[in-house]
């Protein structure tokens, strides 16, 4: 079993930052896929950003905004938000794909782990 925690999010207003956290236990996110997911209100949960071994995936939406960064000693993945902008408000969740499925590595399918989600609000 793999736990992931994050702590919660937060208020910032646009162009501002946030960094996300996501521990891990059970589980060194070392050997999985760890990937970042958002869901806003209405719209259906989409992939963010993903990082297996030293190699970070982006969505088009947030390249060159996010930074995906995983801490082995921690057992920690963080994801860096600058930029904000209000399009960016959802809950945000971290997963693990423990079965390392990097073809699939923007669907939400393909992770078997979930954290429990944390609000980002970006207010304009």
């Known amino acids: 079993q793999v736990q992931l925690e994050q702590p919660g999010g937060g208020l910032v207003q646009a162009g501002g930052s946030l960094r996300l956290s996501c521990a891990a236990s059970?589980?060194?996110?070392?050997?999985?896929?760890t990937g970042w997911f958002r869901q806003a209100p209405g719209k259906k949960r989409e992939f963010v950003a993903a990082i297996r071994w030293t190699t970070p995936y982006y969505a088009d939406s947030v390249k060159g905004r996010f930074t995906i960064s995983r801490d082995d000693a921690k057992n920690t993945v963080y994801l860096q938000m600058n930029s904000l902008e209000p399009e960016d408000t959802a809950v945000y969740y971290c997963a693990a794909d423990t079965r390392t499925t990097t073809s699939f590595i923007r669907s939400e399918n393909a992770y078997d782990y979930w954290g429990q989600g944390t609000q980002v609000t970006v207010s304009s």
């Open positions: 059970g589980r060194t996110l070392s050997t999985c896929i």
